[in-house]
């Protein structure tokens, strides 16, 4: 069966792929909103608690950079998810005039918990693909993850302040 992905590709190998990758992310974004909606949060916010599970605790200002977002939807946004319990703002034993944002246990569990989700539905789809093992899909994956890393900071050193 044909899709429309694969008729705009011409039969290219890469389009086709490019498409389905594509695809994937609208699927996860459309999964990540799903699981911020049974934890009463917006789809940003469950990007926040990402990053701090992923990274661990930073500054306000470094989370504000990584989510591309003001100073001003940063503040808001951390008042929301913290009085919701999901993470806390704390002195920074390095500076005292600045703050770190962690997450609270109940953060910690959320994240696990959405996790756990994503590592199923992994798991089962990886169950029915003959050919490939994980481990090679891991490596395209990476492999294409870093192609689009090194491309951001390519455009951003660039001249595109956007991406900065």
């Not at 701090?52 to 008042?79: E, F, I, N, R």
């Not at 693909?129 to 090679?136: A, I, S, V, Y």
């Amino acid at each position: 069966m044909t899709t429309v992905q694969e008729d705009a590709s011409g039969g290219d190998p890469a389009a086709t792929l490019a498409a389905a990758l594509r695809r994937l992310i609208v699927m996860g974004e459309n999964f990540r909103n799903l699981r911020a909606r049974e934890l009463h949060l917006g789809s940003s916010d469950v990007l926040a608690l990402g990053h701090l599970h992923d990274g661990g605790s930073m500054a306000p200002k470094v989370l504000s950079a990584l989510m591309g977002v003001t100073s001003g939807t940063m503040t808001a946004m951390l008042d929301r998810v913290e009085k919701a319990g999901f993470l806390r703002r704390e002195p920074n034993p390095d500076d005292r005039r600045a703050l770190l944002v962690r997450l609270t246990p109940a953060g910690e569990h959320a994240m696990q918990w959405l996790n756990e989700q994503f590592d199923a539905t992994v798991r089962e789809t990886l169950a029915g693909l003959p050919g490939m093992t994980p481990d090679e899909l891991h490596h395209v994956l990476s492999e294409l993850s870093g192609s689009l890393e090194r491309r951001l900071v390519d455009e951003s050193s660039a001249g595109h302040p956007e991406l900065r």
